[in-house]
């Protein structure tokens, strides 16, 4: 067989492209949060802490050992830019002249990060596997309005039956943990109606976790008990499951 042609002559299969969508409301934290699970040499000069935001769309390219590559669409969050996010629950075509509207991003491109802008000149095709929503949980005067979005990305015909991980970034101390965030969002019951399979995880940023995100491993691990935190774990769980 080809495939066994293949393995003889010792030339590499070509490898699976997982296209995943990270969303959130503006000020999260959703870049800070990729740049911890991405690491490799991009980060190894950069401080995690310090990006702008990202007004319409960057994508990042992540290595996720030999079968996959990882591309994740980081989506802007600010409440006028919000509409696009539906654009990429599921396969759509986006015109050209989208990205000359929105597609621009504030932060640095280098190290995998591209901007939307590149690509307003041509038709994109864009689906993706898996859904990530990251949530600032320390602060309060927003988790409404987060758990209505997140509801809305939930119920979204484009998200049904897709891999869901939530991420809770700690901005501060809080009482507020995954359990009660989970119960108060109605992650599992919308989840169940939806056929989604839900993750949740949290990165504590007040404790200092990010000190440690400059010098990460050169790609995401496959296997989880090699993550060293939560947020790395569930990724490579959410990952599996895409």
Same mark, same amino acid.
């Given at each position: ?26 000020? #999260?934290?959703? +870049?800070?949060?990729?740049? $911890? *699970? ?8 950069? &401080? ?23 591309? !994740? ?9 919000? &509409? ?12 050209g002249s989208f990205g000359s509207q929105t597609a621009?991003?504030?932060?640095? %491109? ?7 802008? %590149? ?12 859904? *990530? ?6 602060? %309060? ?7 209505? $979005? *997140? ?7 484009? +998200?049904?039956?897709?891999?869901f991980l939530v991420v809770l970034n700690k901005k501060?101390? +809080?009482?507020? &943990? ?6 108060? #969002? ?10 989604? $399979? ?20 050169? $790609? ?16 490579? !769980?959410f990952v599996d499951k895409v």
């Open positions: 067989s080809a495939l066994a042609l293949a393995r003889w002559l010792r030339i590499p299969s070509a490898s699976r492209e997982i296209k995943i969508g990270c969303f959130g409301v503006d000020g #999260a934290g959703k +870049t800070t949060v990729l740049k $911890m *699970i991405k690491g490799g040499r991009s980060c190894l000069s950069e &401080d995690p802490r310090g990006v702008l935001p990202t007004n319409g769309f960057s994508m990042i390219d992540m290595g996720y050992d030999k079968e996959f590559t990882i591309k !994740v669409y980081d989506l802007g969050g600010h409440e006028r830019i919000r &509409d696009i996010w539906t654009n990429y629950y599921a396969e759509v075509k986006l015109a621009r991003v504030s932060q640095e %491109e280098g190290g995998g990060m591209r901007s939307g802008a %590149e690509d307003q000149s041509a038709d994109v095709f864009v689906q993706v596997h898996g859904i *990530i929503y990251v949530v600032d949980i320390s602060d %309060e005067d927003r988790l409404d309005e987060n758990y209505e $979005m *997140i509801r809305k990305v939930q119920l979204h015909k484009g +998200t049904a039956r897709k891999p501060k101390p +809080t009482e507020l &943990d995954d359990f009660d965030f989970s119960i108060n #969002a109605n992650l599992n019951a919308v989840g169940t109606q939806q056929g989604q $399979m839900i993750f949740i995880t949290h990165v504590n940023e007040y404790k200092g976790e990010l000190n440690n995100a400059k010098h990460p491993p050169p $790609m995401v691990s496959r296997r989880p008990h090699r993550a060293t935190n939560p947020l790395l774990t569930q990724f490579c !769980v």
